[in-house]
């Protein structure tokens, strides 16, 4: 296989530690890479003000395919690019039709910059409630916002598939759905909106095609790009899907599985020049 041009990875889960760092050995892996002429990519279901809570990611990254690759951000010039929003008229239906679904989930929706939703859950599992604004109802929810980028639903007492089988055969207006495991949340985001497609699109701009990308991940939401990119990597203790999807296992985030694989590819080139 030829040498990678983009490093495409997901954060939590795959690239951070199990804190949520960033590990030394990671950091100079990302800076050789770039030092090297790769592109470093992180492909995310965080919106940039969650990327820009890692400050020192920031400066090795070229750029950032947030939200499920729904928004573009730059982090270095702090310019966001919503790619595909969610039409507001399918948002209310999808909305309706969770809430009766999962009548002991909590709904929030993302804009890019901030989200909206109720209280109830979300502050037992999110640290950091500075981009929140809370509501009573979901009918405010959507009345205060005029971008939708992401419609999340959290329960805490369900495990993210007994989710998706209680959502099986509604009308879900065709937005593109993802699971996380034994964490009982889903994530929807519009019409052919995932990491994949944000990812293509980001390489096509720029000349890349899918043999010039090596992805990481580890969670069903990276599927699509697991899929798509020639070369891609679950880490070790991957949810299954990704396990499945990835044409390569890398050790886990605790073990700097991304980074050494970078560090291969990087020692491969310079033997081969």
């Not at 890479?33 to 592109?39: I, T, V």
């Amino acid at each position: 296989m030829q040498t990678p041009q983009v490093i495409a990875s997901d954060l939590d889960g795959t690239l951070l530690d199990p804190q949520g760092g960033l590990s030394d050995r990671t950091r100079k892996a990302l800076a050789a890479a770039r030092e090297h002429g790769l592109a470093v990519v992180a492909v995310t279901a965080r919106t940039p003000y969650g990327v820009d809570r890692l400050p020192e990611l920031v400066p090795l990254l070229d750029t950032a395919i947030c939200a499920n690759g729904a928004v573009f951000y730059e982090p270095a010039e702090g310019r966001m690019r919503i790619s595909r929003a969610i039409d507001p008229a399918a948002a209310r239906a999808v909305c309706a039709v969770l809430a009766e679904a999962l009548p002991g989930a909590s709904l929030a929706v993302e804009t890019g910059i901030g989200i909206v939703g109720n209280r109830r859950h979300y502050e037992h599992i999110v640290a950091d409630m500075s981009h929140w604004a809370f509501v009573d109802s979901v009918e405010e929810m959507l009345d205060s916002v005029e971008t939708i980028v992401k419609i999340k639903v959290y329960d805490p007492d369900l495990h993210s598939e007994e989710m998706v089988r209680a959502v099986a055969g509604a009308d879900l207006a065709d937005l593109d759905m993802c699971h996380w495991g034994d964490f009982g949340m889903l994530d929807f985001n519009a019409p052919g909106a995932n990491k994949a497609t944000g990812l293509e699109a980001w390489c096509a701009e720029r000349g890349f095609g899918a043999e010039d990308v090596v992805a990481f991940g580890d969670m069903p939401n990276d599927v699509p790009m697991l899929s798509w990119a020639a070369r891609s990597y679950a880490v070790e203790g991957a949810h299954p899907e990704a396990a499945a999807a990835a044409t390569d296992t890398a050790a886990s985030n605790a073990d700097d599985g991304v980074a050494r694989v970078i560090e291969a590819i990087i020692d491969r080139s310079r033997a081969a020049a």
